[in-house]
C-alpha cells in the first residue's frame, strides 16, 4: 500500500509540477507581449499615407455619413466650433441607429439629409430625458498622445470598451489617426519577434474568447432590424449568422457593413431595407475576403502561434470557432487577444 500511494503521490506531484511550468510560459509569454507593447509607441502603427476625416457637428448628418463612405473609413472624429473643441466620434453604425430611432419613433427620416450632428444629438439628449431611454450613443471622444506606448492605447480602449482611439499631436490637437485593436495586432505580429515557444497553448485551453450560452446567433430568416437590436443590447459589432437546422455558421453580418444603406436611393429606402431577411443582406454583402469582417474559422485546437500566423497571412476582426462537424462553438476577436495580454491571471 505504501508503495501504491508513492506512486500517486509522485503522479500528482509530476502533474502539479507541469501545469507550474505551463503556467510560467503563459506568463512570459504575457510579459514578452506586454514589454513589446510598451516599447512601442502609437506613432509606429501610423501609416504614412494615412488619412483622417473630421467632421464639424453643424453638417448634415447624412452629408457626414456619405462622407465616410466615400473616403471608406468606418469612423470620425466630430469637433465643436463653438465649445472648439472634439466631442465624440461619429460612426458609419451611428447613422444605422439614428435610422432604426426615427423608424421607432415615427420621426421624418428624410429630415436626415438637412438636420445638423449636433441638432440630431440634442433632439436624442431630450428624448432621453423624457423617456429615461438612451435612442442611441454616440461616444465620447477620448483621445491619446501620439507618444504613448501601445500598451496605454489598448489598456484605454479596452477600459472604455472602445473600438476606436484617436491619436492626438498633442502640440496643435491634430488627430492623426483613429487605431483599433486589429491595428496594434498587425505591428505585433509584422514587428514581434521571439525565438522562445510560448504561444504553443490552444485559446480553448487559455480560455480565450466566448463560448456556449455567453454566444449570441442571429438566423437566416430574421430581419436586419432585430439582428441590429440584438447587437445593441449585447454590444456587438458583429453577430455569426446560423443556420438553424445545423448550427453550422453560413455568413457574418457586421454592423460595419452599410450595403443596404448604400444600395438605398435615400433614406426612406434606407428605413425599408431594415425589415429584409438577413439571408439577403448577406448576399449583397461584399464578399472580398480581404474585408476584416469576412467569415474565417479555427478550431478550438488552434494555438495562439497558428493565430498570429494566420493574423500575418489576412488580417481579421475576428475568429469563428467551429467544432469538426463545422458547428459554430465560439468566437475569438481582436479585443478578446488583446485583453488576454492585458490581464495578470
Excluded at 466620434?89 to 441607429?97: A, E, G, K, P
Amino acid at each position: 500500500m505504501e508503495s501504491e500511494t508513492l506512486g500517486i503521490n509522485q503522479g500528482v506531484s509530476s502533474t502539479t509540477v507541469m501545469q507550474n511550468e505551463r503556467q510560467v510560459v503563459r506568463q512570459a509569454g504575457r510579459q514578452a507581449i506586454l514589454q513589446f507593447l510598451e516599447q512601442h509607441a502609437c506613432f509606429s502603427v501610423l501609416r504614412a499615407s494615412g488619412k483622417v476625416v473630421v467632421f464639424d457637428t453643424r453638417i448634415p448628418i447624412q452629408l457626414a455619413f456619405y462622407a465616410l463612405v466615400e473616403h471608406d473609413m468606418l469612423a470620425a472624429p466630430l469637433w465643436d466650433p463653438v465649445k472648439c473643441q472634439f466631442v465624440g466620434m461619429l460612426t458609419v453604425t451611428d447613422f444605422i441607429d439614428i435610422l432604426r430611432y426615427y423608424k421607432a419613433t415615427g420621426k421624418d427620416v428624410s429630415a436626415l439629409a438637412t438636420r445638423g450632428i449636433a441638432e440630431i444629438l440634442r433632439e436624442a439628449a431630450e428624448d432621453s430625458r423624457k423617456s429615461g431611454h438612451h435612442p442611441f450613443c454616440i461616444r465620447p471622444f477620448v483621445g491619446a498622445d501620439s507618444a504613448c506606448t501601445l500598451k496605454q492605447a489598448c489598456e484605454q480602449l479596452h477600459r472604455n470598451s472602445h473600438d476606436f482611439l484617436p491619436i492626438v499631436f498633442t502640440e496643435d490637437m491634430r488627430v492623426l489617426a483613429c487605431i483599433t485593436y486589429t491595428n496594434v495586432l498587425e505591428h505585433l505580429v509584422l514587428h514581434f519577434r521571439e525565438q522562445r515557444r510560448l504561444f504553443d497553448d490552444s485559446i480553448s485551453e487559455l480560455g480565450i474568447g466566448t463560448y456556449g450560452n455567453a454566444l449570441v446567433v442571429a438566423h437566416p430568416n430574421q430581419s436586419l432590424s432585430d439582428a441590429l437590436a440584438l447587437m445593441h443590447q449585447h454590444s456587438l459589432s458583429a453577430l455569426p449568422v446560423v443556420d438553424p437546422s445545423t448550427s453550422k455558421i453560413i455568413g457574418v453580418y457586421s454592423r460595419s457593413d452599410i450595403t443596404f444603406l448604400t444600395k438605398a436611393t435615400d433614406a426612406e429606402h434606407a428605413v425599408k431595407n431594415l425589415e429584409l431577411p438577413l439571408s439577403e443582406i448577406l448576399s449583397q454583402s461584399r464578399q472580398d475576403v480581404t474585408t476584416p469582417d469576412a467569415l474565417r474559422t479555427c478550431s478550438q485546437s488552434y494555438t495562439l502561434q497558428a493565430i498570429f500566423e494566420t493574423f500575418a497571412q489576412v488580417r481579421f476582426n475576428r475568429l469563428y470557432v467551429v467544432d469538426q462537424q463545422e458547428r459554430l462553438i465560439g468566437v475569438v476577436s481582436a479585443r478578446d487577444l488583446v485583453a488576454y495580454f492585458l490581464s495578470s491571471d
